[in-house]
């Protein structure tokens, strides 16, 4: 499909544009906005959505800049709890379309993972660096590169598409996180007939993710001298909780390659659900047998794996049973089972392929040059809430977020081609004008 005259001209106007969507990046990137723990200090989120908001409002929109109540979160069991957004505001931004056209939403998340190990980075990950057509800094293309790439487009569409839908943009935090920012921003009604979210897709346009949460198993055991020959635990002898949790990870393990094998859980976008030990924790003193065994272990599962509402219940209860199961055939683990809490949860995506955004973007990757697939993201993002609970189907489609067959998302020397941020946004304008319809003088005024 060729470009009309106006898409002619607005990608032209992108392309004149590039230096200063560099700019915006590396000005983004500066910002430090890496993810937090709850209870730690809000780091430059103000500062980078001020700044934002400042540019969009410039540009014509109505934009909103606000510090959701933790409460907003109550509908839904996310997490973590104690999570608030002092200090750290969400920003939506609405350009009216003349009316007619269906509405789309451009979102992005600020928040960026932790730049340790800093050392190993060859520059400063708080100052963009350019180097070989290259923009390194910790976010460039994860995912503030297109962040800066929907505020170039937004900007460039106001001034010279008369769209007929309107155009939303928003900004969120805690994507790395929690996913708490983008269902912030749809318990606050943010809603579209469509969404882009422009993380690092390599201009595949992805339709699937995989939900996600957290399960800690606590394994309890006794105390006792470990130097000291125990007696049997009914006689009053020690018991280590580190042995009895190995009976637990080895269940896991079986429970994984079950997954792996089940027909109905292979997915042609998606690798198969999952349980995953991450951290283990354990014991009080060397010389003393463990009364205890925390295991963390993360949740990865399929939109089929999800409940009818798309959370983790059904997963959850499989897991758990599983697990009593197995504790019952240890003697000890039978009278004192593990205790299985689950927490923060994000859910899965599955985008029909027949969705009109779907089918707009999928197309526009071949227009800029960029011919993409549909894919699936194996974790998660912002789209899934959206999509979901805001009633707005929404994709991710960007720049590249590989170098080769290394991935450069949350990795050291984390960088985005500038060419890549110029074709996403061209490829956000010509979605736009496509998706939303333009006016009859659209192009005139350019
Ligand atoms: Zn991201």
């Not at 928003?170 to 929690?178: I, L, M, P, R, V």
């Not at 977020?401 to 060419?419: K, M, N, P, T």
């Amino acid at each position: 499909m060729g470009l009309t005259d106006l898409e002619h001209v607005l990608t032209d106007v992108i392309e004149a544009r590039r230096d200063d969507l560099v700019d915006l990046a590396s000005r983004l990137i500066g910002f430090d906005t890496t993810a937090r723990d709850v209870g730690d200090p809000p780091r430059d989120e103000a500062e980078l959505q001020n700044a934002l908001a400042a540019r969009i409002s410039d540009a014509g929109a109505r934009v909103e800049l606000w510090e959701p109540a933790a409460s907003d979160l109550d509908r839904a069991p996310i997490g973590p709890p104690g999570l608030d957004f002092t200090g750290r505001p969400q920003m939506i931004a609405r350009f009216a379309g003349h009316g007619g056209g269906p509405s789309l939403l451009f979102n992005g998340h600020i928040d960026a993972v932790s730049a340790e190990p800093r050392s190993q980075w060859t520059s400063d990950p708080f100052r963009a660096d350019v180097r070989e057509g290259r923009l390194y800094g910790r976010g460039a293309c994860d995912m503030k590169g297109g962040v800066a790439a929907i505020t170039l487009a937004a900007e460039v569409l106001a001034e010279h598409a008369d769209l007929a839908g309107d155009l939303i943009v928003c900004t969120n935090t805690d994507e790395e996180s929690s996913g708490a920012g983008s269902m912030a921003l749809v318990t606050h009604g943010v809603s579209a007939d469509a969404g882009i979210i422009p993380e690092p897709t390599g201009f595949d346009t992805w339709i699937a993710c995989r939900g996600s949460s957290f399960l800690t198993i606590d394994v309890p055991g006794r105390p006792g001298h470990a130097e000291i020959d125990q007696p049997d635990w009914r006689q009053g002898g020690a018991v280590n909780a580190i042995e009895k949790a190995t009976i637990v990870i080895d269940e896991i393990k079986r429970l994984r390659d079950d997954w792996r094998a089940r027909p109905e859980l292979q997915h042609t976008l998606l690798p198969p659900g999952s349980v995953v030990p991450t951290m283990v924790t354990a014991g009080e003193w060397g010389a003393t047998y463990p009364a205890w065994c925390r295991i963390l272990c993360v949740v990865p599962y399929l939109p089929v794996q999800a409940d009818s509402g798309g959370w983790v219940s059904d997963v959850r209860r499989e897991v758990d049973e599983r697990l009593i199961q197995v504790a019952a055939t240890d003697d000890w683990l039978a009278e004192h089972p593990p205790t299985m809490s689950w927490s923060a949860n994000v859910m899965p995506l599955e985008l029909s392929t027949d969705e009109p955004i779907v089918t707009v973007v999928s197309r526009v990757s071949a227009d800029i040059g960029r011919p993409g697939q549909l894919a699936g993201l194996n974790s998660w993002f912002d789209g899934a809430t959206f999509s979901r609970l805001g009633a707005t189907p929404t994709v991710a489609f960007g720049p590249s977020g590989r170098d080769g067959s290394r991935i450069l998302l949350h990795a050291v020397d984390e960088y985005v081609r500038i060419d890549d941020l110029v074709a996403c946004a061209k490829g956000l304008v010509l979605a736009a004008v496509r998706f939303c319809g333009s006016g009859p003088q659209a192009g005139e005024r350019a």
